[in-house]
Each structure stands twice: as C-alpha cells, then as structure tokens.
C-alpha cells in the first residue's frame, strides 16, 4: 500500500516562504514521477509543479514560476515544494502526488493546508 505523508503547512505572512515535504513509503521512489497540486476553498484543485524520476526535469504553473522550487531526495523517499514570495492567491491545501502521467497520478496524499496572510 502506497502512503504518502505531507508536512510543513501552516500560516505565514505574505511574501514569506514555507517548504513542504511529502514522504512516500514505497520500495522505489526513483520510479515515480512526483508532483504537487493544490485546491483553493472553491476552487477546482490544479497542478502546481512536478519533477520527472531522476530530478533532471520539473515543470510549474506559470504563476509560481520563479516563486517555487520542486525538488526531491530519492535516498529519503522525500519530494519538497520550496514556497517563497508567498502571497494570499496561494492560500490552499497542497497535495503530493505520486506516479504522474500527464498530470494524472496514481497515488495521493492527505493535504496539507497552508494559509497567507496579507
């Protein structure tokens, strides 16, 4: 059974900065392609970033570009979202995905929410 645990949420003032961090308890965490979507209170959930097996290759939403990192540690089974420039638009419980195939996972975490405040 796939388990994925996020954590580092929480409340932070606008142009602040929070790292997420998601554990996956799998075997062999290179094999999956990792990603982060979000969900705003009514709002549809969207992706966020995403970072292929090996690392050598992320993608983001266009309005995170340059604000947010994704990066991950396949000793530690861990995916990180480095969250910097943070502004209320953001405010939204973050989800770690894993098993990304264009943009469909296989696998989902619980939420973490992360909330800021202007």
């Known amino acids: 059974q796939v388990q994925l645990v996020e954590s580092g949420g929480g409340l932070v003032q606008a142009g602040g900065s929070l790292r997420l961090s998601c554990v996956i308890s799998?075997?062999?965490?290179?094999?999956?392609?990792m990603a982060w979507f979000r969900q705003a209170p009514g709002k549809e959930r969207e992706f966020v970033a995403a970072?292929?097996?090996?690392?050598?290759?992320?993608s983001y939403l266009d309005s995170v570009k340059g604000r947010f990192t994704i990066s991950r540690d396949n000793a530690k089974n861990t995916v990180y979202l480095q969250m910097n420039s943070l502004s209320p638009e953001d405010t939204a419980v973050y989800y770690c995905a894993a098993g990304v195939v264009n943009m469909v996972p296989d696998y989902w975490g619980q939420g973490t929410q992360v909330t800021v405040s202007s």
């Open positions: 799998v075997r062999t965490f290179s094999s999956y392609a």
């Open positions: 970072i292929s097996r090996s690392g050598g290759d992320t």
